[in-house]
């Protein structure tokens, strides 16, 4: 006699079936607009081994699930696991991987992509900067609360290449929004092209590319991204879809969204939601129902 258990088991089998069967090709088309590679970027996310939950090839899939063409690995004063993310990512299809991290100082949090060393927490903002700058990378301000701006003065301010203007944290927390939104206004006086820049900050639980940066790059390589940001070729866009930057990248980034906003509701995805519903409720009946069999047919 078939048990409830053994039906919860085949929903399940099912599930997994059909998750790998429409998972098998999730990457996006790319090509040019209006003469840029707009590339969905998110320069904030955390690796395990490290301080995130994550290891970096798995980040990568989640990268590709949530859309985005580019990430940096960015762990707390180390660039260990995002030397290894970017040589995974040399080797097969998916999204470039830079290599970052968050230099965690006492006073401040500064994230450096594209960098080849670690940068030494242990100095003031400004020469971080600077030893971000002498490696090829850019200089991010990391979530720029008030406890953090005394570390950037006006020569600091002038060198960032970028800061964070949305964060997930800015969703419940209006001080915080205030305080990050008034950093970005005094970085631009100092600097106006400074990059506007979305990030999950992804540890374990704001997903990654919840916040994320839409890069204006001239080509899709390494070097595009990180020239673009140099430029302040960015939008920054929050988790409820708000967006911060220049008006005229604002409007290319806003149609080019609207373009390719058909991925989203493709078979593809329809199918993966439904693998992913029978996957959950085949583990729950597995371990609810037991062995609980069906009662018998009525003659």
């Known amino acids: 006699m078939t048990s409830s258990r053994g039906v919860a088991a085949l929903v399940f089998v099912i599930g997994l079936i059909v998750g790998t ?6 990457s996006r088309v790319l090509r040019p607009d209006e003469g840029y590679w707009i590339l969905a970027a998110d320069f904030h996310v955390h690796a395990f081994v490290g301080d995130g939950a994550l290891a970096p090839w798995i980040l990568r ?3 590709e699930r949530a859309g985005l063409d580019v990430f940096a690995i960015t762990n707390h004063n180390q660039v260990f696991m ?3 993310g970017r040589w995974l990512s040399g080797r097969s299809p998916g999204p470039l991987v830079l290599i970052g991290e968050e230099i965690t100082a006492r006073n401040y949090h500064l994230i450096a992509v594209g960098i080849k060393r670690p940068i030494d927490w242990d100095q003031p903002a ?18 720029p609360v008030r406890m953090y701006w005394n570390a950037f003065d006006d020569r600091a301010l002038t060198l960032l290449d970028g800061a964070e203007t949305a964060h997930p944290s800015m969703r419940a927390d209006e001080v915080r929004t205030r305080d990050i939104e008034a950093f970005y206004r005094r970085a631009r006086q100092h600097n106006p092209a400074v990059a506007p820049i979305g990030s999950s900050d992804f540890h374990a639980v704001a997903p990654i590319g919840l916040c994320r940066t839409y890069v204006l790059a001239r080509d899709n390589s390494k ?15 929050d988790a409820d879809g708000h967006t911060y930057g220049d008006p005229e990248h604002v409007r290319r980034v806003v149609a080019h969204r609207a373009r390719v906003a058909s991925v989203d509701s493709s078979p ?18 597995m371990v609810v129902l037991g062995n609980t069999p069906f009662p018998p047919a009525r003659s």
């Open 21 to 26: 069967i429409a998972d098998s090709d999730t």
């Open 61 to 63: 899939r989640e990268a």
């Open 126 to 143: 400004l020469s971080a900067v600077n030893a971000v700058h002498a490696q090829g990378g850019v200089a991010i301000a990391a979530h």
């Open 82 to 84: 995002a030397r290894i």
């Open 268 to 285: 593809a995805v329809v199918w993966r939601r439904l693998a992913v519903a029978c996957a959950w409720i085949g583990l729950l009946g």
């Open 223 to 237: 070097a595009g991204v990180i020239d673009a940001v140099r430029q302040g070729r960015t939008v920054a866009v």
